[in-house]
Nanobody, 125 residues
Framework: QVQLVESGGGLVQPGGSLRLSCAAS????????IGWFRQAPGKEREGVAC????????YYADSVKGRFTITRDNAKNTVYLQMNSLKAEDTAVYYC??????????????????WGQGTQVTVSS
């Protein structure tokens, strides 16, 4: 079965850290641009970070620059999102998505064709 599966979400206090994983099954990720997105209740889906297929270039939304880091391990068929210094406003469902030709550096949900099911991140004391 071809799918992307996110994991690593949970409840964390403000200032804390989480690492999200996006694992591919049924296909290999190394040809794909991977993006992380998030959607809070009542808000549009927002692009958070993106990484090229080789991992040589990364892009971030201004709201997470300096706090979040996207990496990939093509040997493990997995992409990661390390989230540090988390804030209440980072609370959302986080999704990873894949595409062969997403134009960069913009991180737009409409440019990605294949999505995971999402994982909840809640930042609260």
């Amino acid at each position: 079965q071809v799918q992307l599966v996110e994991s690593g979400g949970g409840l964390v206090q403000p200032g804390g850290s989480l690492r999200l994983s996006c694992a591919a099954s049924g296909f290999t990720l190394n040809r794909y641009i991977i993006g992380w997105f998030r959607q809070a209740p009542g808000k549009e889906r927002e692009g958070v970070a993106c990484i090229t297929n080789s991992g040589s270039s990364t892009y971030y939304a201004d709201s997470v620059k300096g706090r979040f880091t996207i990496t990939r391990d093509n040997a493990k068929n997995t992409v990661y999102l390390q989230m540090n210094s988390l804030k209440a406003e980072d609370t959302a469902v986080y999704y990873c998505a894949a595409d062969l030709r997403a134009p960069l550096p913009e991180i737009r949900a409409s440019d990605f064709g294949f999505w995971g099911q999402g994982t909840q991140v809640t930042v609260s004391s």
